[in-house]
């Protein structure tokens, strides 16, 4: 037994020597995709590009009035944007008359309109007398001829059903889209409707008004709130501070208070 440990032992010893594999992680490596769809659906680059507060991509376009560069268009005013799937539409047709009777509210406001439809402009021209003698009105803002669908691709105005069966029906249908952008060129808020359903021109101008009292007095709207209505106090501005600026506060929670800034 003797004479075997000096042999048994070396041998022990050269093994222990011998150097050691690296380890291996205990996790497992995810892929990039699975790591991105923690934080988001898709990657950004197949995420929508319009997003509130981001800038209203600029365009080249003709109109009804002309040659346009939206941002120049848009110069230092408040603007509205709003498509519709094709000319000669009883929807569509119900829409324009509508807008074109609130020209003047929209002005009081400092907002201009522009309309686009997936037409040429010979088209356009046409059907603005059916607009304007259905209607008993005088459509006078523009309307972009976007038969190439390229500004409709651009602001994302088209219908999934329609791009699925592309093939089958040919270029894509606009769906009605709405874009509030302010005189930054920044998207403030949007609005989008299917082929179907007719847009609200009093809801349209309730936004607005919303969102330019916001940035007036430095306050939000609640439900259902039109001009003249009581405002919420930001959870951003501590009671005392709201009292000093607005005067009368009412609280109903700590994080609920509502004030009035008048028309």
């Not at 659906?41 to 929508?48: F, N």
């Not at 005013?77 to 009777?101: M, N, Q, R, Y």
């Not at 939000?220 to 959870?235: A, Q, R, Y």
């Not at 501005?237 to 000093?244: E, S």
């Amino acid at each position: 037994m003797a004479s075997m440990l000096p042999r048994v032992a070396p041998r022990a010893f050269r093994t222990s020597l011998r150097p050691f594999a690296p380890l291996k992680p205990v996790f497992s490596q995810r892929p990039a995709a699975s790591i991105l769809r923690r934080g988001f659906a898709t990657p950004a680059d197949s995420q929508p590009r319009i997003r509130l507060g981001s800038v209203a991509p600029n365009f080249k376009a003709k109109t009804t009035h002309g040659d346009i560069d939206f941002h120049q268009f848009i110069g230092d005013s408040w603007t509205i944007l709003f498509s519709h799937p094709a000319d000669f539409t009883p929807v569509c047709t119900t829409e324009l008359g509508a807008f074109a009777k609130l020209k003047n509210e929209f002005e009081q406001r400092g907002v201009k309109m522009i309309g686009l439809s997936a037409n040429d402009l010979k088209s356009h021209d046409e059907w603005i007398k059916d607009i304007n003698e259905i209607s008993n009105t005088n459509l006078q803002f523009p309307i972009i001829a976007d038969a190439d669908r390229k500004v409709a691709f651009l602001y994302d105005m088209v219908d999934q059903q329609d791009l699925d069966n592309i093939d089958e029906k040919g270029i894509a249908f606009t769906i009605r889209s709405v874009f509030v952008i302010d005189p930054q060129k920044k998207v403030r808020l949007t609005m989008m409707y299917p082929a179907s359903t007719g847009r609200n021109t009093t809801e349209v101008l309730r936004v607005i008004d919303s969102l330019q009292t916001g940035d007036r007095k430095g306050v939000t709207t609640p439900i259902d709130w039109k001009v003249g209505e009581d405002v919420i106090v930001p959870p951003s501005v501590k009671t005392a501070d709201a009292k000093k600026k607005f005067g009368d506060v009412r609280e109903v929670k700590p994080y609920l208070r509502y004030t009035n800034v008048g028309q």
